[in-house]
C-alpha cells in the first residue's frame, strides 16, 4: 500500500521560510506525478504545485509563483516544498499528493495517494 509522510509544518512569522518534505513508500509504489495541495478553514482544497516525477517539469498556482518551489529527489523517493516570503494568507493544511497517471493535472480527484497534511500556521 502506497504512503506519503509529510513533515515540516509549524508555525512561521510573516515574511519567514518553511520546507515541507514528503517521502514515499510501499511496496511498487510509482507515481510519475506528484504535487502539493493546502486547505484552509472554511474552504476547499486547492492547487499549490506539482512536478513529475522523472522530467521534473512543473507547474504552480499562480498566486504561488515566485515564492513557493517544489522539488525532488528521486534517490530518497522525496518531495519538498520550500516556501519563502510566507504570508497569513497562507495559513492551511498542505497535502502530499501522487497521481499514477502521467500528466501534470491540477484537480484534486485526479490524484490517486495522499499525506496526512501537516499544518501550516503564518502569524502576523
Known amino acids: 500500500q502506497a504512503q506519503l509522510v509529510e513533515s515540516g509544518g509549524g508555525l512561521v512569522q510573516a515574511e519567514g521560510s518553511l520546507r515541507l518534505s514528503c517521502v514515499a513508500s510501499?511496496?511498487?509504489?510509482?507515481?510519475?506525478?506528484m504535487g502539493w495541495f493546502r486547505q484552509a478553514p472554511g474552504k476547499e482544497r486547492e492547487f499549490v504545485t506539482a512536478?513529475?516525477?522523472?522530467?521534473?517539469?512543473?507547474v504552480y498556482a499562480d498566486s504561488v509563483k515566485g515564492r513557493f518551489t517544489i522539488s525532488r529527489d528521486k534517490a530518497k523517493k522525496t518531495l519538498y516544498l520550500q516556501m519563502n516570503s510566507l504570508n497569513p494568507e497562507v495559513t492551511a493544511v498542505y497535502y502530499c499528493?501522487?497521481?499514477?497517471?502521467?500528466?501534470?493535472?491540477?484537480?484534486?480527484?485526479?490524484?490517486?495517494?495522499w499525506g496526512q497534511g501537516p499544518q501550516v500556521t503564518v502569524s502576523s
Open positions: 499528493a501522487a497521481r499514477v497517471g502521467t500528466v501534470l493535472l491540477t484537480a484534486a480527484q485526479r490524484y490517486d495517494h
Open positions: 510501499g511496496g511498487t509504489f510509482s507515481a510519475p506525478v
Open positions: 512536478i513529475t516525477w522523472i522530467g521534473g517539469t512543473t
